[in-house]
Every structure is written in C-alpha cells, then in structure tokens.
C-alpha cells in the first residue's frame, strides 16, 4: 500500500482567511502544493489519476522556514509563500504573492477567488498553457482571461526553459498574466471559484522530462490505429451519401492515398434535429450502405458529433426531463439554415450538461447506434461549447459538478472523456478515435486528436498554426492537427479567372504549403467551407499544385512505419510527435524562440514554408463567425496569375539549422553544419526537409491505404555522422492488445565509427506477425544493400 506523505504547515494569514497548508511529494520530482480553509486539503483531483508513490522527504527547520527536500526536488515554505530549488540548492522559481479572497453572493457563495504568482526571470522561455492563436513560441506578454471557445483553448499548465511545469488544479475561467520577454516579473494565475489554492510543480529537468511527470499525473497516451496516421479527407459538407461516395470512388480511381472520410454536420436532416445521431436527412437514406461501401473500399468513415441537441430530437427530450441541459445561447441560434442567422426562428438547440454522469449515459446511449453500424472515428466538434449571445452570469448557471463557472473550462475533457470511456467499455476490437475542437489537461489519456478551431484560410492564419501545434504538445498532449488551409476560404472567391476559390493561385498555394505542413501532424487531415478541398480540384497529374498536393501524401504514407514506431514511443516512454525545437537543442537559445520550425521525432527537422513565395499574400481578417460572411472577411489581395513555368521556378526561404550537430539536406543529401540560418531552396513541390546526422529513418511501401500491404520489404536510410538507434514497432494495427503484451520492437543500432548497422533479435509476438521480411539498407545517397531478416541479430558493415 502506497503511503500518502502530507506535511501540514502552520496556518497563515491572507485576505481574512486562516489559510492551512500540505506539501504532498507525489514523486521525488512532483510535489502538490495546497492551501485552504483546512476543509478541502485532500479533496481529490478530477484531472490527476495518480496515486503518490511513497518518497523519502526529510524535513526541517530554518529560522522561519520549514523546508522538504527529496533527491530531486527541495520545497522551502515560509511566511506562507513557497520556493522550489533542484537537488544542487538553485532556484527554479517561487511565489512571490497569492490571493485567497471570499465570494459573497451567488451560486459559489463561501468558495474563494484564489490566486497565486510566480517567479520568473528576464530570459526565461515560457511554454504550454494551450491552443494559443498569437503566434508565440514563448508566452511572454501575455494578459488573458482563459476560458475555452472555438479558437483558443487553455490546459491550466505551462513548462519553462528551467525544465519545471506547473499544472494549476482549477477548472474556472483563469486569468493569466506573464511578464514581457526580457523583463523578469511574476507570472500570475487567478481563478473566479475555488476551495483552495491547488497546483502541481513538477521538475522534469527538461521538456520530455516535464511531459513524462505530467502524463505520469494525468495519464498516458493510448495507442491509436494505424490507419488514423493515415491522409484524411473532409469538406463542409457532404450534402448526400452519393456526394461522399463520390470522392472515395475519385480517390480509389485517381490513386490518391487516403484512410478516412469524414461527413460533417446536417446528415440529421434540420437544426431543430441538430445533433439527433441519425440520418434523418432523406439524402443520407441509405447511410448503411454508404458506410459498407466506405469501408468494401478499405476506408473509415468518421462522423461529426456535437455537445448540443436540438428540441426536436430524441436525446433533448430525456436530457430535459432530468434538467441535464444548459440555458445559454449556442450554435446554431436560428432554426433556419441561412447566414446571418434569423433570431426570430430560434433554433431551442441546448448543451447538454457534460458533467452528469446521467448526461454522458444519455449521450453513448444513442450514440452507440452509429457505433453499431460501423462508424471509425467521431468528430467531436463544439466541445468548448459554443456560447453566444455570451452574458458572464450565464457561468452562474448550475451544473452536476455545482456551479458552471466552477467547472467552466473542464467541459471540453468531460464530453470527450464521456465518449472515450464508453467505447473502451464495450469494444476493444477498435480503437476509440476521436478528433475534437477543444481539450484540458490529462485529455491525452483519451488519445483524442485536438484541432485548433475554425481558423480562415490566411498566411497569417497558417503561420500561428506552427506555435499552436507546438505548444499544446507542451501541454503534454501530443495529438493536435489543423483543418489544412484553413477552413474560411471565401475571400477568395471572385477574385481571379472564373472566381473559383479552386483556381485562384493565391490560395493554392496556401493550399500546398499548408499540406506540406499538415502531412508533419500526427493526424492529416483537410478540411474548409466555401472551396472544395479534395486534391483533383487543383489540376491533374503533371500540374505542379496537383503533384504537390500528392506527393505530400504519398510521402505521409512512406514514413508510416516510422510513424507508428514513434506513436508506440509517445505511448510507452512519454514521448511527442512535433517537438519545439528547445526540446531537442536546449544550449542553443536562437530554439528557445523559434515558431516556424520543429522536429518531427527526434530525426527530422521540419521548416514549413509559412510566407507567400509565388503570389500576392492575401490579408485576410474574421473569426469563427465573421468568417461565414465571406465578402467581409477579406481586405486586401486580389487574385494574381501565376503561369505553369512560373509554378516551375524555385524560390530561397530561411532557414535555421540548430546547433550542435551536422544536417543533412533531406532532398540532395548536401551536408550542412548546425548553428546558422541559410538561404533554402523552396520550390512549390516541397517545403524545406533536413534530417539529423545520426538518424535511422524507416521507409514503407508505396500504399493506397495504411494496411494495403505488409511490411515486408522495408528501407532503412542512415544519415551517418553520429551513432544511432531506432526501435521498429509493429502490433495488429487496430485493437487493443498491444495492452497485453501482444507487439513486437526490432531495435537497430548504427556504429558511425565502424560503419555498422546491427538489427538486433525481434522482441514480442502478435497474431498475423512476419517472420521474414527484407530490409533494403543504405547511407543516404548510396546504394542498397539488402538484408535477409529472420529475427535473429544480424549486421550489416557499410
């Protein structure tokens, strides 16, 4: 039995209220800090899952301090504020003011608006907090109130430089403050409700070390399928089951790479049957049949989902008659399926209360039926949820958990979780996928794939995405991707030859840099309104846009078996796919702000050509609701032409090469030092792409879809210049008992000094494992040696 190590800590004074106070050593590096009225010490979390392991903490008095110290982490509490020094007795950070102040009135009458700052230094990076769209690498400058909506999303965490997090424990709307880039200061957290003042400070000494303690609190990262780490392909919206076939068929047809189609909204036929969970559309009326083919075709089918219900359905009906439903306004407000919304035809769509056990029942219960009928992937969309017509008493409003302000920014985390744990419940012959709008803290345990919102389809749209991405895998969620090219795409049309959005160079090329970009997610996925997004819109084989676009996804399918050996390392080892790139060159400050380049693993340096290289950038300005207006959206661009050859020219772009290291140049193989930005060639068939001296890089084969074909006859490319590893991972692709035990790893090891490459003994078994396979070797730029594989230890000299 695992013994709780709590030391109580004299009560304190602050703002009229006695505050008592526990230091709690969950780990020898994670500590929770609590202060309270001496009622809540040891309330339990809703986020953390961890039970505290039992550490060896020794404690003592100096002078009118009372210090904790682990063998990794030492806690110094006095006069009531506490500092957290390493094991080498240096400062990490510590409070330097907090806020315990009683509400009056209202539905949290004798709860408190709590409130803490913390130390931080003038050149200390500040990373995480969430899905941010201001651009920022480093969130410094920032003076935000928190609270989840379509665009932004916030996990109450965030990880320094200094190779410590923080996870504030409060679900409420939180007002953070940092201070400005190069001026040293307090950062603050305010929360509106709270029983106590309630966080965890974890001392991972760098970024993965941080990510592992907060999974370690929060939960690991599931595996997910493989075909999910395949192309995606959606639009608003299929308007029928023969629309959608339509673009399967294409695909198969034209030989474009793709595992998933996903339907939008409105298969439920009206708003005031917004959300039923059946097709009730008559134009979906053989949806089982849709489905079948989708899947005779070797597709998933995903579908979207939503947190609300209209009056008319089924669903609203019985969230009513327990009083599960929330009162405020959200999408859609009219009943009537025009822009802008008629408000005198209200839709009466209502949210469900996503913190009722009741409720989450209700949801799976219809749910189940798409299940039933074959459905891959569900498409949870407006988990923030959506609030119009916002008034702030509309968070005083009551839910299962007490008031919603309480609760407010855990929503997101409530309904996905709701939805993960029923599947797991029942099924375990597929893998729950989930793409959802919005997410909190310890979300990653339900593998959910969290897109970054209704962003338009603008350069500077495009460019926010790279820190986006990269912070919230900060966070320590490692699945987030983006609708490719933006999904408000109106301000283009009219602009340019028949006013297609399709044929307007300015967005196709925005089009392919932003799919140069996505294939580097961990889900790939294009999705828009007002243009359609499937590639043979953009030409045909020989057009440089068409080839581009496909050779983005033929390149995604390549690296599948790398892909999915790094998914089995974000799972098992705490790992992440997109990687800041602080993470991996942390001595090299020119990383610690960089927003437009990350690593892709530990190997491959990924530099998005995120500035417009052949046309006139558009200026595009609108948010997830003025961007439905399109004429409005737009301000400045029109359409400019760019002829086949001008396609066909090759422009230079920057790059940084951190340093540290050599690279290699991924397209010529040329070897360049670390530590220096270059000028990089930028055609419009692909982005910039350099690997890491010292890698292994797997290649599979050229497939239709993930599984099409076994991996029998794999390259393996050494890039040479340092000694490397690789551990190849393969299980049965899509169920779950790779739990227990049922994968495989072959570890590869390359020798740089003797020129060796050693694939060592294959470790673990599954149904439908090779026994042999090929693996076709070589140093970049070199010639193949092939190597027979049995499953036994073999080297190969080079």
Not at 58 to 77: F, H, I, M
Not at 174 to 193: D, F
């Amino acid at each position: 039995m695992i013994k709780k190590t709590i030391i109580s800590i004299s009560a304190a004074l602050f703002s009229s209220v006695a505050l008592a106070q526990s230091v709690q050593f969950f780990t020898p590096n994670t500590v929770r800090i609590v202060k309270d009225n001496g009622k809540a010490v040891t309330d339990s979390s809703l986020v953390v899952i961890a039970k505290p392991q039992k550490v060896k903490v020794t404690k003592k008095n100096e002078g009118d301090a009372v210090v904790y110290q682990s063998s990794e982490l030492t806690v110094k509490v006095e006069k009531g504020l506490v500092a957290f020094y390493d094991a080498k007795g240096n400062l990490l950070t510590e409070e330097k003011s907090q806020g315990f102040s009683t509400i009056e009135s209202g539905p949290d009458k004798g709860t408190y608006k709590v409130s803490t700052g913390f130390n931080v230094d003038a050149d200390e990076g500040i990373y995480g907090v969430g899905l941010l769209q201001n651009g920022k690498m480093s969130q410094r400058g920032e003076n935000r109130r928190m609270e989840q909506s379509n665009l932004e999303d916030y996990a109450h965490f965030y990880q320094s430089i200094k190779g410590y997090g923080v996870y504030w424990d409060n679900y409420s709307p939180t007002h953070l403050v940092t201070p400005e880039e190069g001026r040293g200061g307090e950062l603050s957290l305010t929360s509106e409700v709270g029983k106590k003042i309630d966080y965890y400070f974890m001392y991972g000494k760098n970024a993965d070390g941080v990510i592992k303690a907060m999974r370690y609190l929060t939960g690991k990262v599931p595996m997910l399928a493989l075909w999910t780490y395949g192309f995606h392909q959606s639009r608003e919206r299929y308007e029928s089951s023969a629309q959608l076939l339509d673009v399967v068929r294409t695909y198969r047809k034209l030989g474009v790479p793709f595992d998933g189609i996903i339907q939008d909204w409105q298969y439920w036929g009206s708003n005031y049957t917004w959300n039923a969970m059946e097709f009730i559309n008559p134009d979906f009326k053989n949806a089982q049949q849709m489905i079948d083919e989708v899947h005779k075709r070797n597709a998933k089918f995903h579908i979207s989902i939503w947190a609300s219900f209209g009056p008319h359905t089924k669903q609203f009906k019985e969230l009513q008659d327990k009083n599960l439903l929330f009162n405020f306004e959200t999408w859609p407000q009219s009943g009537l399926p025009m822009w802008p919304p008629r408000m005198d035809y209200p839709s009466g769509v209502k949210v469900y209360d996503a913190y009722s056990k009741d409720a989450r029942d209700i949801y799976w219960k219809y749910l189940s039926n798409m299940h039933k009928m074959g459905v891959d992937g569900w498409w949870m969309d407006s988990t923030d949820p959506d609030h119009h017509s916002y008034k702030d008493s509309d968070l005083d409003g009551m839910c299962a958990m007490g008031s919603y302000r309480s609760v407010r920014n855990l929503f997101p985390y409530m309904t996905v979780k709701g939805v993960y744990d029923h599947q797991r419940a029942v099924d375990s012959t597929k893998r729950v996928f989930i793409l959802t709008r919005s997410y909190f803290a310890g979300q990653q345990r339900t593998g959910a794939n969290t897109w970054s919102g209704d962003v338009n389809s603008s350069w500077d749209a495009f460019r926010k995405q790279v820190p986006i991405c990269l912070n919230y895998t900060l966070t320590a969620n490692p699945n987030v991707n983006t609708d490719i090219s933006g999904f408000f795409a109106g301000s283009y049309r009219g602009k340019y030859g028949d006013g297609k959005v399709e044929h307007n160079p300015q967005f196709q090329e925005l089009y392919v840099r932003w799919m140069q970009f996505g294939q580097w997610c961990p889900m790939m996925r294009s999705h828009g309104t007002e243009a359609y997004r499937e590639i043979y819109h953009y030409g045909k084989a020989g057009e440089p846009v068409y080839d581009a676009l496909l050779n983005a996804i033929k390149m995604r399918y390549s690296l599948l078996p790398y892909i999915y050996s790094m998914s089995w390392q974000v799972s098992k080892n705490d790992d992440s796919y997109m990687r800041a790139l602080f993470m991996d060159f942390p001595k090299d400050k020119n990383t610690w702000n960089n927003n437009r380049q990350f690593m892709f693993g530990h190997n491959i340096l990924v530099c998005p050509v995120v500035n417009a290289l052949y046309t006139q950038e558009q200026i595009v300005k609108s948010d997830a609701m003025t961007g439905w207006n399109a004429p409005s959206a737009s301000t400045d661009g029109d359409g400019k032409e760019v002829s086949q050859n001008g396609w066909n020219k090759t422009p230079q772009y920057d790059v940084y090469l951190p340093a540290g290291t050599k690279w290699y140049d991924y397209w010529t193989n040329a070897v360049l030092d670390g530590g220096q930005t270059i000028k990089a060639e930028a055609p419009i068939a692909h982005s910039p792409l350099y690997v890491k001296a010292g890698s292994l890089i797997v290649y599979g084969p050229e497939v239709q879809y993930s599984n099409e074909k076994k991996w029998d006859n794999l390259d393996v490319v050494i890039y040479p210049g340092a000694d490397a590893t690789f551990t190849l991972y393969e299980d049965e692709g899509d169920n779950y008992n790779y739990e227990k035990g049922a994968y495989s790893t072959i570890e590869m090891k390359w020798n740089d000094k003797s020129k060796t490459l050693t694939i060592g003994k294959r470790n673990g078994r599954f149904d439908g494992m090779l026994t042999q396979r090929n693996f076709n070797v070589r140093v970049a730029g070199a010639a193949n040696k092939n190597v027979a594989y049995k499953g036994n230890a073999v080297s190969v000299k080079m």
